[in-house]
């Protein structure tokens, strides 16, 4: 099914934007999502709305087939070796903190270290970050390549003995560039260290198999990959997580309540305090069997090849400066345009119905890094077409001529 084909199943998609047909640019922000998703949130709540584990009543069963149901295709979706080790959460954010609080906070003390990059979102920057001034731990950086890439060089010349927690992405939400995750767990392993990704970029655009990977904790959220809002994925060894503290305690996180103490359910749901995301995960459930269904390697190759015809297309204009790798790169291209604000640009696109992101991308460090304050990005996913393409790069041509026949 090529991507002009997937659109009938996207209702978000066929509506015009200030006269033009839109043309969404932003999904590294968000995804759009298909029918099927919006009808099983739909049915959940039109046709066995219940809570979760606790009813024995038919609606209770019905809901929480559904939840369990939902874990299970998860688990399915990155090869987990068992549906414990896969978390609900509110999303990425959510789960990094999840670990930051439960697991590096537990465990830390001065002179351990936390190693990371600059190129990293704010969700798993800050939180490591926090994280370190409160134990003592040294907060460090992977020195990045001349393109903003990671090198195993500079990994291994990093990474030490006393390096406790290794926290990076799979796929930059700025760069476009792909982390070799599987190689940074070995050395990660080889120093006793545990590796966190921060995979919010990389389970939407790639098959992920976290066995392969060898990683310790894997992040991701759903309303990138099709799915709702407000429901994320934390994957963890069990070994791992039965070490990571829960850091929301209340109903259904419990196993026995004592006047002075209490102890924890089992995993996943130690992690789970409260009423869960019920039909956000059914959601996210639905769009991982559309995924599937398409295949991941092909929304990859799809994207990929998208990428690649935008950039040719946009080397030609003058004043054009792409950042991060120039070859091989994911789903998304980021880009300023000589005498042109990124918001300045990204307003004149919406008014011939494109949609792109202006600004620092939750990346201030790499913004400095790149020594720009703000930059402008197109992001594409499974449903975007070269036509598309074509009307972007035709509104940055439109913009450039405007804003040099304003200033001229």
């Given at each position: 099914?090529?991507?002009?084909?997937?659109?009938?199943?996207?209702?978000?998609?066929?509506?015009?934007?200030?006269?033009?047909?839109?043309?969404?640019?932003?999904?590294?922000?968000?995804?759009?999502?298909?029918?099927?998703?919006?009808?099983?949130?739909?049915?959940?709540?039109?046709?066995?709305?219940?809570?979760?584990?606790?009813?024995?009543?038919?609606?209770?069963?019905?809901?929480?087939?559904?939840?369990?149901?939902?874990?299970?295709?998860?688990?399915?979706?990155?090869?987990?070796?068992?549906?414990?080790?896969?978390?609900?959460?509110?999303?990425?954010?959510?789960?990094?903190?999840?670990?930051?609080?439960?697991?590096?906070?537990?465990?830390?003390?001065?002179?351990?270290?936390?190693?990371?990059?600059?190129?990293?979102?704010?969700?798993?920057?800050?939180?490591?970050?926090?994280?370190?001034?409160?134990?003592?731990?040294?907060?460090?950086?992977?020195?990045?390549?001349?393109?903003?890439?990671?090198?195993?060089?500079?990994?291994?010349?990093?990474?030490?003995?006393?390096?406790?927690?290794?926290?990076?992405?799979?796929?930059?939400?700025?760069?476009?560039?792909?982390?070799?995750?599987?190689?940074?767990?070995?050395?990660?392993?080889?120093?006793?260290?545990?590796?966190?990704?921060?995979?919010?970029?990389?389970?939407?655009?790639?098959?992920?198999?976290?066995?392969?990977?060898?990683?310790?904790?894997?992040?991701?959220?759903?309303?990138?990959?099709?799915?709702?809002?407000?429901?994320?994925?934390?994957?963890?060894?069990?070994?791992?997580?039965?070490?990571?503290?829960?850091?929301?305690?209340?109903?259904?996180?419990?196993?026995?309540?004592?006047?002075?103490?209490?102890?924890?359910?089992?995993?996943?749901?130690?992690?789970?305090?409260?009423?869960?995301?019920?039909?956000?995960?059914?959601?996210?459930?639905?769009?991982?069997?559309?995924?599937?269904?398409?295949?991941?390697?092909?929304?990859?190759?799809?994207?990929?090849?998208?990428?690649?015809?935008?950039?040719?297309?946009?080397?030609?204009?003058?004043?054009?400066?792409?950042?991060?790798?120039?070859?091989d790169r994911s789903s998304l291209i980021t880009f300023n345009l000589a005498g042109v604000h990124p918001h300045d640009?990204?307003?004149?696109?919406?008014?011939?119905?494109?949609?792109?992101?202006?600004?620092?991308?939750?990346?201030?460090?790499?913004?400095?890094?790149?020594?720009?304050?703000?930059?402008?990005?197109?992001?594409?996913?499974?449903?975007?077409?070269?036509?598309?393409?074509?009307?972007?790069?035709?509104?940055?041509?439109?913009?450039?001529?405007?804003?040099?026949?304003?200033?001229?």
């Open positions: 099914m090529n991507a002009k084909e997937l659109r009938k199943y996207f209702p978000i998609l066929h509506q015009e934007v200030n006269g033009h047909q839109l043309v969404y640019l932003d999904n590294g922000a968000t995804s759009q999502k298909p029918i099927q998703v919006i009808e099983a949130m739909d049915k959940y709540y039109k046709e066995y709305n219940s809570n979760v584990h606790r009813g024995v009543h038919t609606l209770g069963s019905l809901a929480t087939d559904g939840y369990e149901g939902a874990r299970e295709k998860v688990r399915a979706f990155i090869n987990a070796r068992e549906a414990a080790e896969v978390v609900f959460t509110r999303g990425t954010t959510s789960a990094v903190n999840t670990v930051a609080y439960g697991f590096a906070r537990a465990f830390l003390k001065p002179g351990d270290e936390i190693v990371t990059t600059v190129a990293e979102h704010h969700s798993n920057f800050i939180p490591w970050q926090q994280a370190a001034k409160v134990t003592g731990a040294t907060f460090k950086f992977i020195p990045l390549a001349e393109d903003g890439t990671v090198t195993l060089d500079a990994v291994r010349d990093t990474i030490t003995d006393n390096t406790k927690i290794v926290a990076i992405h799979h796929i930059s939400n700025v760069l476009g560039d792909t982390t070799p995750i599987k190689e940074i767990a070995q050395i990660a392993h080889q120093h006793g260290a545990i590796l966190f990704v921060d995979g919010a970029q990389g389970a939407p655009h790639k098959k992920i198999d976290v066995q392969d990977l060898d990683c310790d904790f894997y992040a991701f959220s759903s309303h990138k990959m099709g799915g709702p809002t407000g429901v994320g994925v934390l994957y963890g060894k069990r070994e791992v997580l039965e070490r990571t503290e829960p850091m929301e305690f209340g109903g259904e996180m419990i196993d026995f309540v004592e006047l002075y103490d209490s102890t924890w359910k089992e995993l996943p749901w130690k992690f789970e305090g409260g009423t869960p995301i019920i039909a956000g995960a059914i959601g996210l459930g639905a769009a991982i069997d559309f995924l599937e269904e398409i295949g991941m390697d092909n929304i990859e190759r799809h994207e990929k090849k998208l990428v690649a015809y935008a950039m040719e297309q946009m080397r030609e204009i003058e004043g054009m400066t792409i950042y991060g790798p120039q070859q640009l990204s307003t004149v696109l919406d008014s011939y119905g494109i949609a792109v992101r202006a600004g620092h991308h939750c990346a201030q460090p790499l913004m400095r890094w790149l020594n720009v304050t703000a930059t402008a990005r197109a992001s594409f996913y499974m449903y975007n077409t070269e036509e598309e393409v074509d009307a972007f790069v035709a509104g940055l041509k439109k913009t450039k001529e405007y804003f040099g026949n304003v200033f001229s």
